[in-house]
């Protein structure tokens, strides 16, 4: 089982360190009671960020430490209880090209290492979660899948 939207940030985490556990806590739970492995969705994505991270454009230092903080807050919530992570979700451009990065809060101000960083800290936070990037427009041979 995979949540749509009940586990990325701007659900769980709306104002800084206040989360709302609640519909992926009831999820998790659903999958518990029928034997389902769960499959976290999403630590990081490009949409649904909470304003208060939004606002850290630009300032490094300060999204950074947002960012250990909110996936080790909430790998550590569901810590034995999710299978594995889509640490990072949709980070590559769009149509594949330049085999870059999309532009967002993260590649502008964190630089392309914030996709090993954040896989580096839920290892720490989840170290048996199996951890992945998710994406689209994948599944075929082009510019994105290569």
């Known amino acids: 089982m995979s949540p749509e ?3 990325k940030w701007g659900f769980l985490e709306t104002s800084k360190g206040k989360y709302e556990w609640g519909n992926a806590d009831k999820l998790v739970a659903l999958a518990e ?3 389902m492995k769960f499959r976290g969705h999403t630590f990081l994505w490009h ?11 630009g300032k490094k230092a300060e999204l950074e430490k947002v960012v250990k903080d909110h996936i080790n807050t909430v790998a550590g919530h569901f810590k034995g209880k999710i299978y594995a992570w889509d ?5 590559l451009n769009e149509d594949g090209s330049g085999n870059k990065l999309r532009d967002s809060l993260f590649s502008r101000t964190l630089g392309s290492g914030f996709v090993e960083e954040a896989f580096r800290t839920a290892h720490a936070a989840d170290p048996s979660a199996k951890l992945y990037i998710n994406d689209y427009v994948i599944e075929g041979q082009n510019k994105k899948s290569d």
């Open 5 to 7: 939207n009940e586990m």
């Open 33 to 35: 009671q029928h034997n």
């Open 47 to 57: 949409n649904r960020i909470p304003e208060y991270a939004m606002a850290l454009d």
């Open 87 to 91: 640490v990072v979700n949709e980070v």
